[in-house]
């Protein structure tokens, strides 16, 4: 569904997500940190489809938010080019957490996660522990974007809420900022719903797109939904 804004919400939206997402240059800069935590198994010693998402979720939950972080996502499925598989887990901490660093430069915080992700992947694999920037920045812009627009997106998510099913209502909605400009933001809102049965590891997700640009303004509102594979 794409939202026409008037000119005046247009102005403060644009200038509240351009001016939280540039100011912040660098890692000291950022109220939250994403952090990335991945393995590679290039003998796929986990076998395939070693369900480690669902496995660990429900404990990195807890344990993230124990030490004052929270819990992002796992990618389980994924592989490089090469066909390497690997394992994901990224968790956002906040800045006093991500300056608290140990004698190896990374996070104390971090150190009971790696412990526990240690016992649920085959030993012997090496970790690659990273500050993920992209994501970084896209949550400082998807909050600014939230904030900016919550009259437009709050109504949206709350007439849903009833339609989220098979463990939708727990994952959280993304506020997306996809481009911005002097003249030009452009984001998105997804909803996960529930589980898409004809297509198994599918969400259905339901997307609203806040466009600035005034050519937009004059296009008919257009509902639009779509899958997200896992």
């Known amino acids: 569904?794409?939202?026409?804004?008037?000119?005046?919400?247009?102005?403060?939206?644009?200038?509240?997500?351009?001016?939280?997402?540039?100011?912040?240059?660098?890692?000291?800069?950022?109220?939250?940190?994403?952090?990335?935590?991945?393995?590679q198994?290039?003998?796929?010693?986990?076998?395939?489809?070693?369900?480690?998402?669902?496995?660990?979720?429900?404990t990195m939950k807890q344990l993230a938010a124990s030490l004052g972080c929270v819990y992002g996502l796992c990618v389980d499925y994924d592989s490089y080019d090469s066909g390497?598989?690997?394992?994901?887990?990224?968790?956002?901490?906040?800045?006093a957490e991500h300056a608290r660093r140990d004698k190896d430069g990374l996070p104390l915080a971090l150190a009971p996660i790696r412990e526990y992700l240690d016992g649920q992947v085959p030993s012997g694999l090496?970790?690659?522990?990273?500050?993920?920037?992209?994501?970084?920045?896209?949550?400082?812009?998807?909050?600014?974007?939230?904030?900016?627009?919550?009259?437009?997106?709050?109504?949206?998510?709350?007439?849903?809420?009833?339609?989220?099913?098979?463990?939708?209502?727990?994952l959280e909605p993304r506020a997306k900022v996809w481009k911005w400009g002097e003249h030009l933001l452009a984001g998105t809102f997804d909803l996960w719903l529930c589980d898409d049965p004809d297509r198994p590891h599918t969400w259905l997700v339901v997307s609203i797109g806040l466009?600035?640009?005034?050519?937009?303004?004059?296009?008919?509102?257009?509902?639009?939904?779509?899958?997200?594979?896992?």
């Not at 003998?43 to 669902?54: F, I, K, S, T, V």
Request: hydrophobic share 45%; aromatic share 12%; glycine share 4%.
């Open 126 to 170: 090496e970790w690659e522990i990273t500050p993920d920037r992209e994501l970084t920045v896209d949550n400082v812009a998807s909050a600014a974007l939230r904030a900016a627009y919550a009259d437009v997106i709050t109504p949206f998510e709350q007439a849903l809420m009833p339609l989220r099913i098979d463990g939708a209502a727990d």
């Open 1 to 39: 569904m794409y939202l026409p804004l008037n000119q005046h919400k247009q102005a403060e939206g644009q200038a509240a997500v351009a001016q939280d997402v540039k100011q912040a240059k660098h890692w000291e800069d950022f109220d939250w940190v994403v952090w990335k935590l991945e393995v």
């Open 84 to 95: 390497t598989p690997y394992y994901a887990w990224w968790v956002r901490m906040p800045a």
């Open 211 to 230: 466009w600035t640009e005034p050519q937009f303004l004059d296009q008919e509102p257009a509902a639009r939904l779509g899958h997200f594979d896992f």
């Open 41 to 58: 198994d290039p003998q796929q010693l986990a076998g395939e489809g070693p369900d480690l998402d669902e496995r660990t979720q429900a």
